[in-house]
């Protein structure tokens, strides 16, 4: 690995990854690569997650190609040197932003939507200059593995390549000087992360979770509200860092939202989810198990059922839930929607701030009550009247605040992600102005208050 790194640092410095025209060329061949092994990535989700082919493309290979012709498109304005306003007091020169990559960048992916989780960081450091070393998780082999070909089909080692492994590889990885390191994965090991890269004062971009909370306004249109929260919460069963962790619901429409996400469940998996060949599973019988061990058979709403020789777990609502229960302890990650309520909109906007800060929020409500919750809250982004897609379009930068992470990625943002803003002035040297020389005088004191208002 170390030579890896020292390999990719050498390629750097001769400046191979400055030229636009290179980087583009580079995310052109790797698209090129995944389109040939579409059908191979299919296969790897499944293997991993139970995902269908559907779903890998709505979620993972589609949003990955849509970041690659995005990148393609802007790169090149984004990284055009920017001009900016020359104070009159530095008359005569002109000022600009240029856009320099880190360098050498380590690029950490998760297991729960490895195929895009990972290539999406890495298409935005390649597009920005950098080279990459990825790092995609040991609890998606199938996934991991084929990464690590499509990578080495696409890229040149020394630009880009990728590591396989598990804890240790890990640890060898973030004891060594990248110049940016990009996590996605849980709060505890990012902040692991965050502290192997203090050590070394190496920036980070960190990608984490949270409690994401769902309200449900008595405003809101109780039917579309379920459908949505349906489809949020338990795609990928559940397994996704935006996924509505909770229910906040008004006391008076309670009992329709709980009738109509039932519903909505049998519409969207069927009678018997676990039968589907649609609904996949959860990635490791450790999770699992902690996942099982978080439903509270005597506040089952609908759902309950298990499957541990499949690691499969029905959609399941739990109602009459407390901020005391133990699926209201620590984020869920799994197809357990737990359900409370409330009478006034303040109270759920103290209660949410009260706790971390989530990745996401989403509220179902009027225009004025949506517009208090999504100002008042502290979140990372979210959606109004819909869940999780926020994060399906490169326009708008993707992170969140506090303990769900810090940073954003996605379009410009993710370009901004793996670029250091170098600011400069370009001085003429044909004049020169004697104010700022000492020794002062009066004159030269009326001159700078005069210029620097």
Known sequence: MQQLLEKQRAYFLTGATLPVSGRVQALKCLRSVIYANQNAIYEALKSDLGKSDTESYMCE????????????KHIKRYAKDKRVKTPTAQYIAKSYVKSSPYGCVLVMSPWNYPFMLSLEPLVDAVAAGNTVILKPSAYSPATSELLARIVKEAFPPELATTVLGGRAENSALLDMPFDKIFFTGSVAVGKEVMRHASERLIPVTLELGGKSPCIVDKSANIPIAAKRIVFGKFLNCGQTCVAPDYVYVHSSVKDKLLSCIKDEIKKQYGQH??????????ISPKHFKRVAGLIDKSKVYCGGEIREDELRIAPTVMTDVTRTDAVMCEEIFGPVLPVMTYENISDVISDVNAHPHPLALYIFADKQTARLVTTRCQFGGGCIN???????TSAMGFGGVGESGMGAYHGKAGFDCFTH?????DKADWVDMPVRYQPYTKFKSKLVNFFMK
């Open 273 to 282: 989810p676990l039968d589907n060949p649609d609904y996949g599973k959860i």
């Open 386 to 392: 819909d869940t999780i897609i926020h994060l399906a």
């Open 421 to 425: 803003k170098k600011s400069i002035v």
């Open 61 to 72: 290979v589609g949003m990955t190609l849509s970041e690659i012709n995005f990148m393609i």
